[in-house]
C-alpha cells in the first residue's frame, strides 16, 4: 500500500512538471495588424498633390518620406535603412529641382536606393550580416 502511494504522489508531482505545449498560445498574425495608415493610399496622394514636374520633386520626396515614416516605420524591423533610403530620395529629388540630375536619372539612382535598402532587409533577414553590411556602406556612400 504504502508503495502504490508512493507511485501515485510521484506520477501527480510529475503530471504537475509538464512542459507547456509551444503551440498552446498563438502567435499574433504581425502580417493581418493594419498600420497606422495606408501606405499605398499615402503615396497616392502625394504624387495626386505633387506630380513629377521641375520644382516639385523635393516637396514630393518629402511627401512620400512622411508617408513612410508614419505608416512603415512603426512596423520596420531595420527603421534605419529606411530612413537612409528616405534620405536618399530627398538628396536625389533635391538634385533634380536644382537640375543638377535630370529627372531619368534621378529615378534611377532611387530605384537604385530602394533596392539596395530592400536587399540589405533581406540579407539581414537570412542572416547574411557580411553581405548587409557592404550594402549598408553603398547607401552611406551615396549619402555623401
Known sequence: MRRALTIMLACGALAACELPNPWQYKVPNLAAVSPPGDL???????????????????AHAECMNTAVEKDA???????????MGEQLRLKYSTA????????????RKIREADELVA??????????????????????????
Open 73 to 83: 516605420i512603426p512596423f520596420a524591423r531595420y527603421p534605419e535603412l529606411l530612413r
Open 96 to 107: 533634380i529641382d536644382r537640375g543638377a540630375l535630370s529627372p531619368a536619372e534621378g529615378a
Open 40 to 58: 499605398a493610399a499615402d503615396r497616392a496622394a502625394c504624387d495626386k498633390q505633387y506630380p513629377q514636374a521641375a520644382g516639385s520633386y523635393a
Open 119 to 144: 536587399a540589405a532587409i533581406n540579407d539581414r533577414d537570412v542572416g547574411r550580416e557580411t553581405v548587409a553590411a557592404h550594402r549598408v556602406a553603398a547607401l552611406e556612400a551615396m549619402l555623401q
